[in-house]
């Protein structure tokens, strides 16, 4: 996989309404076969909302639409659950179950920082 740059926002989470970058690491598979990416959000997201002792940079990003892909993207936006792991990032490997994963928002994936802003379609 080629790291990919997105912008990350948010028609349905105040929390993630600001535009953040998005690079995109690696892939992983849930048991059903779905497939989630693993990805470094800059700004990063307060972590003492979710009980964690730092900010959360590393999120696992999983399409909400049935038919949807992250590999590769397959339509922007691309509306995806923002989700972190109940367990470290090291520990997590393919394939995932739907418990090993906490969602904390809901977003779009766009490919530039404008069509963030602005919530472009296509």
Known sequence: MTIDTLYLSSLDSVRFER????????????D???TAVVAQLSPAVVGQ??????????VILVPR????SLDPVNEFPCFVFISIPRVEFDIIRTPIGR????VI???ELY???EDAERHAFD
Do not use: P
């Open 99 to 102: 418990d090993d994963l906490e």
């Open 19 to 30: 535009v953040r970058e998005c690079r995109l690491e690696r892939f992983l598979v849930f």
């Open 111 to 113: 490919r530039t920082r």
């Open 49 to 58: 909302d979710f009980n964690r002792n730092s900010d959360i940079q590393t």
């Open 65 to 68: 639409h049935g038919g949807a």
């Open 32 to 34: 059903t076969g779905k």
């Open 105 to 107: 928002g809901w977003g």
